[in-house]
């Protein structure tokens, strides 16, 4: 989870010569090499295909089987997909691949197989504070490369299995029910049916968990399970009916991660029950991430494998150390102990969620889920009864979820919190474990958060955000903000604004913009112009604007401790990336250049005007790209940074060679988003000082830099 970079796999080899020399006096020393051992080689094997020579320079020809489809907008979709071959070429092992779909023919389902043409990247991700970790995410999937396909060279449908039937007589049986979705979710594991809307009601009441097939599902009909065969009296028979209804239910399922988890540790304690044994819940749940990391040692990169060991964790200690079995007490317990798990993780948290829990766990347990396990049983034998029984759930369903709604949108109980926030949240829950007799040293992290808070601000920052192949920066004195540019909006549904911008200012509390400045309409600059201005609160429009104050030569004004001057363009030409909206922000000391996209003719004519463009920090025109950042502009802006605004392995191959040679000519430190991730410089002294010189993170944010000086296994 943290070593900054990946060792060579033939580290391995000193690791187990000391771990062979530990293993008599330090055994559990020895256990840790031998767990390392095994984390590094899984690593590079699952790695190793990536090293194959142009992977990543031209399209390849690829076969695998589909695993997973997860339907998008129209023409999108992502598959996740088992590779067998790549251009005829075996593979062993086989590894996984995260496809966006764009074709206007139907995607391949679950379980079929196909060969397509596909160019493959590696499961790069954007870097900045406070949003989604896309790189680890990936590899805690088990996918080592991303790519994209526009359809298929050929097409094998997979055989009709059990599970496929079922699914599409579900499917069928509740295509005219309004609670489709939600049903879907619940019985097959299916959630693509939810809108942003519904995802936002299930962050805000705390109930994400409930809708998403996990140990709660499992451990609920097994449960029931257990308690009809005890009716009669019968250990064994107990162990098999919960047994056997778990099974059923992961099946339905898919049998996906979360399931497996859960069927492992119910195994592993109905084994126990059925033996007469006595393990301890922590013994079970050490064993049980054992076995798991075992198999799978990217598990540890799964954010959802840690919520589901901490919920255990957490109920565990709520019913033995504080006493706690009652349904109540369990909830307060499991709220109050993964507080500061959820609040790192998802940057909030929920004013209602114990409440609500405490209404629909029983709910779920005794009506819901039973109900629908029961239908879902009886789709394939009793067709009939089980459309009755769906048709109950909808009934049931409509008026709940209208209520979650209604309550969601009434009180709007999701509390974001900004990472100082976080911080004070972090400090007051510690305080009491402080203050326990041998717990004395924990005095020492209170403290320095407490530092940590009281820090004095810079004076102003400057953040370039890692927006992928567009623009967006991020300009803020003390909670003021500037936001030059939005960066993009794809036909998938991504979109920067939710990606990137919205949870960064969340992250640095910011709630409001003083300035929203877009520079031209192309769309990687403009692109969630209109989302941002209904998402948030701006003073001041400036730039394209439908309705917003146009961007001309001379317009100057006060902004705090800073003045923005616009130096282009004097007149709208009708060239879009000529016409961009050329900023000059300054302090009287140090300065920053937004340029846009303009080029060569823009930049010789902003020359001619005989402003003063003399800037330390400066935003290379155009992403880098040749077209711009002449030797005379260079030579006028004089600054002693420039950041290059250009996706990683972009395929215009922003910044360009040209560029980056005129830059290094004048002696000018360059920084890449692509490859840094978020640039953030902070205005020190009477220049910038760069936070991060280098991508931050673990390895598995480097990977390019361990490709280009890995040693391919033999």
């Given amino acids: 989870m943290i070593w900054p970079w990946l060792p060579s796999w033939d580290w391995w080899i000193p690791l187990a010569c000391l771990a062979g020399i530990s293993w008599q006096r330090r055994p559990a020393v020895a256990c840790l090499l031998f767990g390392v051992i095994w984390a590094l080689c899984y690593s590079h094997w699952q790695l190793n295909w990536l090293q194959q020579p142009t992977l990543f320079e031209r399209t390849q020809l690829i076969a695998g089987s589909v695993e997973t489809v997860q339907p998008g907008g129209p023409a999108a979709s992502r598959l996740i997909v088992r590779l067998k071959s790549l251009n005829g070429q075996v593979l062993s092992p086989q590894p996984r691949v995260l496809l966006s779909w764009y074709s206007e023919q139907t995607p391949p389902r679950v379980g079929d197989h196909f060969q397509s043409i596909s160019q493959l990247r590696l499961p790069h991700g954007l870097h900045n504070p406070g949003t989604f970790d896309s790189a680890r995410w990936l590899l805690g999937q088990g996918i080592t490369a991303r790519g994209s396909v526009a359809g298929t060279l050929t097409h094998q449908p997979s055989d009709n299995t059990n599970r496929s039937r079922v699914v599409r007589h579900i499917k069928a049986m509740t295509a005219e029910l309004p609670a489709q979705p939600w049903l879907l979710a619940l019985s097959i594991g299916?959630?693509?049916?939810?809108?942003?809307?519904?995802?936002?009601?299930?962050?805000?009441?705390?109930?994400?968990?409930?809708?998403?097939?996990?140990?709660?599902?499992?451990?609920?009909?097994?449960?029931?399970?257990?308690?009809?065969?005890?009716?009669?009296?019968?250990?064994?028979?107990?162990?098999?009916?919960?047994?056997?209804?778990?099974?059923?239910?992961?099946?339905?399922?898919?049998?996906?991660?979360?399931?497996?988890?859960?069927?492992?540790?119910?195994i592993l304690w109905l084994g126990l029950y059925c033996w007469g044994r006595f393990w301890s819940g922590r013994r079970i749940l050490l064993l049980t991430m054992t076995l798991l990391l075992a198999v799978h040692p990217w598990l540890a990169l799964d954010h959802g494998f840690w919520l589901s060991v901490l919920a255990v964790a957490a109920l565990l200690v709520t019913t033995g150390w504080l006493g706690g079995r009652r349904l109540w007490r369990l909830q307060l317990g499991l709220t109050v102990l993964l507080l500061p798990l959820v609040m790192l993780l998802f940057g909030g948290v929920s004013g209602l969620s114990l409440p609500v829990n405490l209404i629909l766990i029983p709910l779920f347990s005794l009506l819901l889920i039973p109900l629908l396990l029961l239908a879902s049983l009886l789709v394939v034998p009793v067709p009939m009864l089980a459309s009755g029984l769906f048709g109950l759930l909808n009934a049931l369903f409509e008026p709940l979820i209208a209520g979650l709604h209604w309550l969601n949108d009434s009180v709007s109980p999701w509390i974001w919190l900004s990472a100082k926030a976080q911080g004070m949240g972090l400090l007051l829950m510690l305080l009491p474990l402080a203050l326990l007799p041998k717990a004395r040293g924990l005095l020492v992290l209170p403290g320095c958060l407490l530092l940590w808070q009281l820090l004095p601000a810079p004076g102003w920052q400057v953040r370039v955000l890692d927006v992928g192949q567009g623009l967006s920066v991020l300009v803020t004195q003390g909670r003021q903000a500037l936001l030059y540019d939005t960066g993009n909006r794809f036909s998938s549904g991504f979109n920067m604004a939710d990606g990137v911008i919205l949870p960064l200012l969340r992250h640095l509390g910011i709630k409001e913009l003083d300035y929203l400045v877009i520079s031209h309409n192309d769309q990687d600059h403009s692109g969630n112009r209109d989302y941002l201005a209904h998402s948030l609160p701006i003073a001041r429009r400036w730039g394209a604007w439908p309705d917003g104050q146009r961007c001309r030569t001379g317009q100057q004004t006060r902004w705090g401790d800073l003045t923005l001057t616009v130096l282009w363009p004097v007149t709208v030409t009708g060239h879009s990336n000529n016409d961009s909206c050329v900023l000059h922000i300054s302090d009287g000391r140090r300065s920053l250049l937004l340029t846009g996209d303009i080029e060569a003719r823009a930049e010789q004519a902003l020359l001619a005007t005989g402003q003063p463009l003399a800037a330390q920090l400066l935003l290379s025109p155009h992403h880098g790209s040749n077209s711009s950042s002449t030797d005379a502009f260079n030579q006028a802006v004089n600054p002693d940074w420039v950041v290059h605004t250009a996706g990683f392995a972009n395929r215009w191959g922003f910044p360009s060679s040209e560029v980056m040679a005129r830059f290094k000519q004048l002696g000018v430190r360059q920084v890449i988003t692509g490859e840094q991730g978020m640039v953030h410089l902070v205005a020190e002294g009477s220049g910038w000082r760069l936070v991060q010189t280098k991508r931050p993170g673990a390895w598995y944010h480097k990977l390019n830099t361990w490709l280009n000086g890995a040693k391919p296994l033999e």
């Fill in 190 to 266: 299916e959630r693509s049916g939810l809108e942003p809307r519904d995802w936002a009601m299930l962050r805000g009441l705390g109930i994400s968990h409930l809708f998403a097939i996990s140990g709660l599902h499992i451990g609920l009909v097994a449960g029931l399970g257990l308690l009809v065969g005890r009716l009669f009296g019968n250990r064994w028979g107990a162990a098999v009916l919960a047994a056997t209804l778990a099974l059923g239910y992961a099946w339905l399922a898919g049998f996906s991660v979360p399931t497996q988890r859960a069927l492992l540790m119910l």
